[in-house]
């Protein structure tokens, strides 16, 4: 089954204990992005990759980083978090950048205390 | 970066009866979608239109992108508790920059 798969799905931390949330693609996809969703404000990218080792910033970067070794794995690592990065997460893949069929990972909702 | 703006926020309709979400901007974009978000999940894409006057059909749903290509409208006819959901509309700039509205939460009551 082609998906997009994210853990954890749920996580509760404290303020900068350092994170990680995984997110994997079975579908070959050169495409990956990460999105955090906020009421209100819809989903915003925060990092994408258009193929190994190759990453850039979306709109939202501060206080991420990820990373692209393999092909289907696109982690998004918080070092520091903190109150303000408390929101809803996905990871999303498709064949290219600007693909049409765009799929999304279940979500990781992450609340930093 | 572009603003979609989706209207209404908030929609609660008795099954059986049609609904009209509207997605606004005041960019140009290349192409725009439309994705169902159920609680727990993450968006599904519903369709993709390309045309500025494009008509998509669904089953029971139906997609218009604007003639100008700055706004697009789903139209549920006959509404089901299972259309229940946060309905996104997202459009792509030139440069392949995917940007999303907030939504409109739809529910149908049975």
């Known amino acids: 089954e082609a998906q997009v798969t994210q853990n954890p799905r749920y996580l509760i931390t404290v303020t900068g204990k350092k994170l990680t949330v995984t997110c994997s693609q079975n579908?070959?996809?050169?495409?990956m992005s990460w999105y955090r969703q906020d009421p209100g404000l819809g989903l915003r990218q925060i990092y994408y990759?258009?193929?190994?080792?190759?990453?850039d910033k979306g709109d939202v970067p501060e206080g991420y980083k990820v990373s692209r070794k393999e092909k289907r794995n696109f982690p998004l690592i918080l070092e520091s978090p903190s109150p303000n990065q408390t929101s809803l997460y996905f990871c999303?893949?498709?064949?290219?950048?600007?693909?049409?069929?765009?799929?999304f990972g279940p979500g990781t909702r992450l609340t930093v205390t | 970066t572009q603003l979609l703006e989706q209207s209404p926020q908030f929609l609660s309709i008795q099954e059986g009866e049609n609904l009209t979400v509207y997605c606004n901007s005041s960019s140009v974009f290349s192409s725009l979608q439309w994705y169902r978000q159920e609680p727990g999940e993450g968006p599904v894409l519903l369709v993709t239109?390309?045309?500025?006057?494009e008509v998509k059909k669904l089953k029971r749903l139906t997609f218009q992108f604007g003639d100008a290509r700055k706004d697009s409208s789903l139209h549920i006819t006959a509404a089901q508790p299972g259309d229940t959901g946060l309905y996104l509309c997202?459009?792509?700039?030139?440069?392949?920059?995917?940007?999303f509205g907030a939504g409109t939460t739809v529910t149908v009551r049975a």
């Open positions: 997202a459009g792509y700039s030139n440069d392949y920059k995917l940007s």
């Open positions: 999303a893949s498709s064949f290219v950048r600007g693909g049409y069929e765009q799929y």
């Open positions: 579908m070959n996809h050169e495409y």
């Open positions: 239109v390309v045309t500025g006057g």
């Open positions: 990759s258009m193929n190994v080792e190759v990453t």
